[in-house]
């Protein structure tokens, strides 16, 4: 297996640092990407990162990451709630998924509880603020070092 991650953030993550900082900090994507690059550079992995509002944006590039990467990292934000379209995504591809989420959805509002995308993940970490992205690359150097079957 290769050592090429694709980190996906979902719809109004773009706003992190403004948006409800006492639920999601007040870190920045862009300072969050940048964090997700170190702890990858120190893991010998190459990230790519992509956010987009738009869910039918995620679902292609979801498809294109077939045969250009290894392993996908994703925040689907509010997608994780609803979207069929992108549990199916990630079925389709042959490429294991490890779902991220910034808070504990399941200390939140009752429709927040549902994931449509855990059951078609390799696992989920949630809860950890920014460090949740963090403890993704690193299970994602163990899941490429073998340590777990995907
Ligand atoms: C989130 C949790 C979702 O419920 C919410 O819609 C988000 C962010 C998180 O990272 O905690 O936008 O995915």
Redesign the pocket.
Known sequence: MGRRILVLH????NLLGQREAS??GSTSLEEINRLIKEEADKLGLEVTTFQSNYEGRLVEAIQDARGKYDLIII???????TSIALRDAILAVDIPVIE??????YK?EAF?QKSYIAGVAVGQI??FGIN?YLLAIRAAAKIIQGEKGV
């Open positions: 979902g719809p109004n993550l639920i999601y925040n689907p934000a509010a997608y994780t709630h991220v989420h910034i808070s504990n959805i939140r927040r949630c809860g949740s």
